[in-house]
């Protein structure tokens, strides 16, 4: 189950995430198992992360992003172009979603 977080929780992350550099990035090939297992483990270790998703078509970029967030439990935060911000708490707990 994807985490949830309110309006006020997610754009705090999109702000967190402004300095962040692409930490994965999804192709022609597509959402691949490796990509899901890429994007997991870069959530398990920083538990905010950027990632570049390139489609032709807005619709397709805009589905694979719920995909991703989907398959990984994450929350999409946001997204700008082809890029998502994405977050799921470890337990490590680094970052605080904030009220």
């Given at each position: 189950?994807?985490?949830?977080?309110?309006?006020?929780?997610?754009?705090?992350?999109?702000?967190?995430?402004?300095?962040?550099?692409?930490?994965?990035?999804?192709?022609?090939?597509?959402?691949?198992?490796?990509?899901?297992?890429?994007?997991?483990?870069?959530?398990?270790?920083?538990?905010?992360?950027?990632?570049?998703?390139?489609?032709?078509?807005?619709?397709?970029?805009?589905?694979?992003?719920?995909?991703?967030?989907?398959?990984?439990?994450?929350?999409?935060?946001?997204?700008?172009?082809?890029?998502?911000?994405?977050?799921?708490p470890s337990d490590k707990k680094l970052i605080s979603p904030g009220d």
């Amino acid at each position: 189950m994807p985490t949830e977080l309110n309006s006020r929780q997610r754009a705090r992350m999109r702000g967190l995430a402004m300095n962040l550099k692409s930490l994965a990035s999804i192709g022609r090939q597509g959402l691949t198992p490796g990509a899901i297992r890429e994007i997991s483990s870069a959530l398990d270790r920083d538990e905010l992360i950027k990632v570049r998703v390139t489609a032709d078509e807005r619709e397709a970029r805009a589905a694979l992003m719920e995909e991703i967030a989907t398959q990984t439990g994450a929350c999409l935060c946001g997204a700008t172009g082809n890029t998502a911000v994405y977050f799921r708490p470890s337990d490590k707990k680094l970052i605080s979603p904030g009220d």
